[in-house]
């Protein structure tokens, strides 16, 4: 029965292929769904037309192979596919006034659910379907990992809004006896809550590996600092 299913949606009827652009439809929401959840630039709605827009074209391209007499160059459709999605995802990407880089996986996700969206329409179910739960695996099993690994790495930038009042010096003073190498310390355009303060970039490489909620706590607790984000 199972077996009969999946021959029919991976054949080239007219109603596998429109089940096939709901499923892909379907799966590109749930991408978008987990994006948005962490208030990302793009969710549910840009993920479902990404992957249906996609999974159009490959059906378009399935449609066009067996055309008789045809001889247009067939795979010129899912790479136009993935060009097109390139300026999508680019679209995603922010630099930050303090030189953060956001959006990227963004981009990426948006990228492969376009993947996912041309084995779907294609009628590749099972590659379809392995990529959707593959995307889910590394959106939220994967990210969480990263993070803690990052959470606990030797190295950390900081964003930081210090007193204009020899509160650099003090701060170089500071992190040289805790045993921190300053990598590269940069002024930074950005405007600061006070109007006391300049703010600052910072690379630190640690001593030792050491949390890094911890090394902005010691840093928080200094007088002549007033705020600091790790970037």
Same mark, same amino acid.
């Given at each position: 029965?199972?077996?009969?299913?999946?021959?029919?949606?991976?054949?080239?009827?007219?109603?596998?292929?429109?089940?096939?652009?709901?499923?892909?439809?379907?799966?590109?929401?749930?991408?978008?769904?987990?994006?948005?959840?962490?208030?990302?630039?793009?969710?549910?709605?840009?993920?479902?037309?990404?992957?249906?827009?996609?999974?159009?074209?490959?059906?378009?391209?399935?449609?066009?192979?067996?055309?008789?007499?045809?001889?247009?160059?067939?795979?010129?459709?899912?790479?136009? !596919?993935?060009?097109?999605?390139?300026? +999508?995802? &680019?679209? %995603?990407? =922010? #630099?930050?006034?303090?030189?953060?880089? *956001?959006?990227?996986?963004?981009?990426?996700?948006?990228?492969?659910?376009?993947?996912?969206?041309?084995?779907?329409?294609?009628?590749?179910?099972? !590659?379809?379907?392995?990529?959707?739960? +593959?995307? &889910?695996? %590394?959106? =939220? #099993?994967?990210?969480?990992?990263?993070? *803690?690994?990052?959470?606990?790495?030797?190295?950390?930038?900081?964003?930081?809004?210090?007193?204009?009042?020899?509160?650099?010096?003090?701060?170089?003073?500071?992190?040289?006896?805790?045993?921190?190498?300053?990598? %590269?310390?940069?002024?930074?355009?950005?405007?600061?809550?006070?109007?006391?303060?300049?703010?600052?970039?910072?690379?630190?490489?640690?001593?030792?590996?050491?949390?890094?909620?911890?090394?902005?706590?010691?840093?928080?607790?200094?007088?002549?600092?007033?705020?600091?984000?790790?970037?």
């Amino acid at each position: 029965m199972m077996d009969n299913m999946i021959q029919f949606l991976e054949g080239t009827n007219d109603i596998a292929v429109v089940l096939r652009l709901f499923i892909a439809t379907i799966l590109g929401s749930l991408v978008g769904w987990e994006r948005i959840a962490r208030h990302h630039n793009a969710g549910i709605k840009t993920f479902a037309l990404v992957s249906l827009g996609s999974a159009v074209a490959a059906a378009l391209n399935v449609y066009f192979a067996m055309m008789p007499g045809l001889n247009a160059d067939v795979s010129r459709i899912p790479a136009g !596919v993935v060009s097109g999605i390139g300026f +999508l995802g &680019a679209g %995603t990407i =922010l #630099v930050t006034g303090r030189k953060q880089i *956001r959006g990227l996986s963004t981009a990426a996700s948006l990228w492969v659910t376009a993947c996912m969206g041309m084995a779907i329409g294609g009628g590749y179910l099972v !590659v379809g379907v392995a990529g959707f739960l +593959l995307i &889910a695996f %590394t959106n =939220l #099993v994967l990210m969480h990992f990263s993070k *803690r690994v990052e959470a606990h790495s030797q190295f950390i930038s900081l964003y930081v809004e210090i007193n204009k009042n020899h509160g650099v010096n003090k701060l170089n003073k500071y992190l040289n006896e805790q045993g921190f190498t300053v990598i %590269t310390m940069n002024k930074s355009k950005e405007k600061t809550i006070m109007d006391s303060d300049t703010a600052l970039i910072i690379e630190l490489e640690l001593d030792k590996k050491r949390s890094h909620i911890e090394i902005i706590q010691l840093l928080t607790g200094l007088d002549y600092i007033n705020y600091v984000e790790e970037i």
